[in-house]
């Protein structure tokens, strides 16, 4: 016999399980944007409230290259950048004919090597200036970074060297042995053995 509670459950319309609006809304409150993954220098300088691209203009990351304006999605599209205008200083313009043989080579020689020397050194101050103080950051990090120097684990040198015992160099005999239950092949057998010191380090030489 049904009690009350489960008369009125049955009569009425209402139900307690949320609707798919609310489900839509609870599966986005519960997304969390990625974390951004960096120097710390880079994570204390973005700002959530903009887009990658200002992002990027606001910490002088954006390439030098002239992008165009209107750029299709399709991956096919062919880009064309830009002409420069003109011939720069140093720099020639190569001329060819129909059938793409090189006919003449234009150089400009109006101005002189000093002069030169000196706009390259004008250019060299102004992006000297035109870089933040985060891009100074991240080529000192760049500069002074090293590589991780990786280690093998006890449990692994300990398999290693029984391997090395059994097989000494045969890396393909290595990789046939029942203590393989990893089923390494012989040339990551071979690294790992090299990474944990070598044949003569695991035999204890």
Not at 13 to 38: C, D, E, F
Not at 106 to 111: A, G, N, R, T, V
């Amino acid at each position: 016999m049904a009690n009350p509670r489960q008369r009125n459950k049955a009569r009425s319309s209402k139900t307690h399980k949320p609707s798919l609006n609310q489900k839509r809304r609870m599966r986005q409150a519960k997304r969390k944007p990625p974390a951004l993954k960096g120097p710390l220098v880079l994570q204390e300088g973005w700002d959530k409230t903009k887009t990658v691209f200002q992002n990027y203009a606001a910490l002088g990351l954006l390439p030098t290259i002239p992008l165009p304006s209107n750029v299709s999605r399709s991956h096919k599209a062919q880009v064309s950048l830009p002409a420069p205008e003109g011939v720069k200083v140093g720099f020639g313009r190569i001329v060819r004919d129909e059938e793409g043989n090189v006919v003449d080579i234009i150089i400009d020689e109006d101005e002189n090597e000093d002069q030169s020397e000196k706009m390259d050194e004008d250019e060299i101050i102004k992006e000297g200036e035109a870089e933040t103080k985060l891009m100074k950051e991240l080529q000192r990090i760049a500069s002074t970074s090293k590589p991780v120097k990786r280690h093998t684990s006890t449990s692994e040198h300990a398999w290693l060297s029984s391997l090395v015992s059994k097989h000494g160099e045969d890396y393909t005999s290595m990789s046939k042995d029942k203590e393989n239950v990893w089923q390494k092949t012989p040339g990551e057998l071979k690294r790992m053995v090299k990474k944990a010191g070598g044949v003569e380090g695991l035999r204890g030489v």
